[in-house]
């Protein structure tokens, strides 16, 4: 390659990156995130048990019973905690309790060898 041609393309990629650099804080969006104040989260969700919130179609099966251990049953209130902590709602402890329940039965599995990669732990 000529070193003219070699000069003119690596002008146009040194302004191609000038104008990238150039135009990149135009088009940032420099809000400011809104916060919430987590009492007041868990306030409001504690005054607001509603089982619309956990049924949204309105539509309830027949209920089914596990009986839980101790460890199922610190698990399943580490979750609440953690839901509650992260600001979401009653779904979503519903969601990762049943997720959870699905995946370990609510248990933090050891080392099973080969058969586990440690998903349920912790």
Do not use: F, W, Y
């Amino acid at each position: 390659m000529n070193t003219i041609l070699r000069k003119s393309i690596l002008g146009i990629a040194g302004l191609t990156v000038a104008g990238g650099l150039a135009a990149g804080p135009l088009n940032h969006d420099t809000s400011t995130p809104t916060t919430r104040d987590a009492a007041a989260v868990t306030t409001t969700q504690a005054a607001k048990l509603d089982s619309a919130a956990l049924i949204p179609h309105g539509v309830q099966g027949t209920q089914s019973r596990i009986d839980l251990g101790d460890e199922q049953t610190a698990n399943v209130k580490a979750i609440i905690a953690a839901t509650k902590k992260a600001g979401m709602d009653e779904r979503a402890a519903v969601v990762s309790i049943a997720t959870a329940l699905q995946e370990s039965k609510l248990e933090n599995l050891g080392h099973l060898g080969d058969r586990n990669d440690h998903d349920s732990q912790g």
